[in-house]
């Protein structure tokens, strides 16, 4: 069965860092554009950043730009990871990995459980 799975949610402080990584299993992350998103209390689900799986390229939203790292295993490809710095009380989410892929008629899409990351002093 495909499936995502996050870890690396915790409680920091404002100022602090974290990595969140997702492991994909059942599938690999190769030919998949990868994302992640985050959902805080009350909010809509929103795309923080991802990477296209046609030409490499990475996206951030301005919430997290410059503040945020999305990148992949090289070699196994079935890792992601979101480096989190400067972490601020508004980045209080639960966060979902993400991967998609599109092939003529077919999508293949499937989302991780999330993993909570709480910023308070």
């Known amino acids: 069965q495909p499936q995502l799975v996050e870890s690396g949610g915790d409680l920091v402080q404002p100022g602090e860092s974290l990595r969140l990584s997702c492991v994909a299993s059942?599938?690999?992350?190769?030919?998949?554009?990868i994302a992640w998103f985050r959902q805080a209390p009350g909010k809509e689900r929103e795309r923080i950043s991802c990477?296209?799986?046609?030409?490499?390229?990475?996206?951030y939203s301005d919430s997290v730009k410059g503040r945020f790292i999305i990148s992949q295993e090289d070699n196994a490809r079935n890792k992601m990871y979101l480096q989190m710095n400067g972490l601020k009380v508004e980045d209080t989410a639960v966060y979902y990995c993400?991967?998609?892929?599109?092939?003529?008629?077919?999508?293949?899409?499937?989302w991780g459980y999330g993993t909570q990351v709480t910023v308070s002093s």
């Open positions: 990477i296209s799986n046609t030409d490499g390229s990475s996206f």
């Open positions: 059942g599938f690999s992350l190769r030919y998949y554009a």
């Open positions: 993400h991967a998609l892929l599109t092939d003529y008629a077919d999508k293949y899409e499937y």
